[in-house]
């Protein structure tokens, strides 16, 4: 009795077989097919998350800084303009 006991994998593949053919388990961690699943969505893997958000917060930076360089300048001017107003 005990030779006719199926192991749970044993089991999963015998249903697959009949129930789920070209979506097995077997099928999904061949690597040809994870690197194509990897290819077509990128963002699954943690890294990339993780990159894609580092390049936000930089451009976020990047726009802050450019704003303020901008009021600086504009802030400059008008200092500018007023001491000039101020000389005359």
């Known amino acids: 009795m005990d030779e006719?006991?199926?192991?749970?994998?044993?089991?999963?593949?015998i249903i697959e077989r009949y129930y789920a053919k070209g979506n097995r388990l077997c099928d999904k961690l061949q690597e040809d097919n994870f690197t194509t699943y990897l290819k077509r969505n990128p963002m699954l893997l943690q890294v990339n998350?993780?990159?894609?958000?580092c390049k936000q917060r930089n451009a976020e930076r990047q726009k802050r800084?450019?704003?303020?360089?901008?009021?600086k300048e504009a802030a400059e001017a008008a200092e500018g303009d007023e001491a000039q107003a101020l000389s005359e």
Do not use: G
């Open 65 to 71: 800084i450019d704003e303020f360089q901008k009021q």
């Open 49 to 53: 998350r993780d990159i894609d958000a």
């Open 4 to 13: 006719k006991l199926l192991k749970t994998h044993e089991l999963i593949e």
